[in-house]
């Protein structure tokens, strides 16, 4: 299958998808892209699911309905195939957090819908591929900070062993964003952070989650926290 560079006659119907002007159009065409996909195999489409996230690099506003498009032909692609849809489609979730930051939002809108299917959907084995992307701090703009720490909650409450093996990696992330300057983005990371310290099993430090999430956003509270933490481990 060809690499694809722009609307052009294709083995899958991809050009009716990078073409697509209305979320309508747009579904309509990523659910037969998807089909197709499913038909042929996601093995043998590889080189087509790459080119897909190739074309978020054209960040021009004439290029907006093949950027949502071929967001919007993947998500369907994660739906329709599952598994087997997996290994290609897991390492571009950087790309595709970097994307719900896009200028335009059908593109931001299919980024963030993309992402959130991908998590979902995805088996625990890949937790440990997905995680250090969604952690990546990136160019750090609001709308991808605030998918990240979707994201995490998402991960969190679905894949817990998972998450309490990485909670060393997450959590400092995770203050970060907590301190961020967006409201939404610090209330979706206080969310996550509770999410995250909820796996915890340690029957000693879980008592004290909540005072220990209140220090991150109040450093100034640290030193009446910590002495009663230590006097219940005496």
Sequence with gaps: IPRVTGVQTCALPICKLLAAATPEDRASAAADFATAVAQGGALKSKATLESLIGELSD?????????????????AVMTKCGASAEPFLCPMVEKIIASASDKL????????????TIVESMSPHSVAFVLPQVLAEGEN????NLLRAELLSIIATKYRVQTERELVSIVPVMTTLMWDTKPTVKA??????????AVMDNKDIKAFVPEIIKCCTNPEITTETTPEIGRAHV
């Design 59 to 75: 960040t021009g506003k004439a290029a907006a309905n093949k950027r949502a498009g071929a967001l919007a032909g993947l998500g």
């Design 105 to 116: 939002k059908p593109v931001a809108t299919e980024a963030d819908k993309l992402a959130k």
């Design 141 to 144: 703009k609001a709308p991808s």
């Design 188 to 197: 979706a990371a206080l969310k996550a952070m509770e999410d995250v310290c």
